[in-house]
C-alpha cells in the first residue's frame, strides 16, 4: 500500500474551488511535516504548502498566499488543500509529501514519502 494516496484533484473552471484530500495509510504520519507540492510540464517540482506535526506552523508558497490553505486531521490521517481563485497557472500534478523532521521546507529533496500525485486543471 502507497504511503500516501491523494484525492480530490480534476477539472475547474477559472475562479473556482478545489479541495485535495492525502491519507497516509500509518498512524507515524501524524508525527512528520506534511506538504504538497506541484508540478507543472516543464517545470521544477516546486512547494504549495506544509503544515508541521502539530498544525502550528504552515508555510506557502507565493503564489498561492491569500487563496489556497492547508490543514490537517491527525486523528484521521489525512492532509487536505482547499484552493480558492483557481488561475490557469495553477495548472499542475499536486503530490503530497511528508518529511520526519520538525519544520517546514520549500526543497523536495527534504521529503522522504511521497503520493502518486493528482492532477488539477484549469480551464480559462
Known amino acids: 500500500q502507497a504511503p500516501l494516496v491523494e484525492s480530490g484533484g480534476g477539472l475547474v473552471q477559472a475562479g473556482g474551488s478545489l479541495r485535495l484530500t492525502c491519507a497516509a495509510s500509518?498512524?507515524?504520519?501524524?508525527?512528520?511535516?506534511m506538504a504538497w507540492f506541484r508540478q507543472a510540464p516543464g517545470k521544477e517540482r516546486e512547494l504549495v504548502a506544509a503544515?508541521?506535526?502539530?498544525?502550528?506552523?504552515?508555510s506557502y508558497g507565493s503564489s498561492v498566499i491569500g487563496r489556497f490553505t492547508i490543514s490537517r486531521d491527525n486523528d484521521k490521517g489525512t492532509v487536505s488543500l482547499q484552493m480558492n481563485s483557481l488561475n490557469s497557472e495553477d495548472t499542475a500534478v499536486y503530490f503530497c509529501a511528508a518529511r520526519n523532521w520538525y519544520g517546514t521546507s520549500f526543497d523536495p529533496r527534504e521529503y522522504n514519502y511521497w503520493g502518486q500525485g493528482t492532477q488539477v486543471t484549469v480551464s480559462s
Open positions: 503544515i508541521t506535526r502539530g498544525g502550528p506552523m504552515t
Open positions: 500509518e498512524r507515524t504520519f501524524s508525527e512528520y511535516t
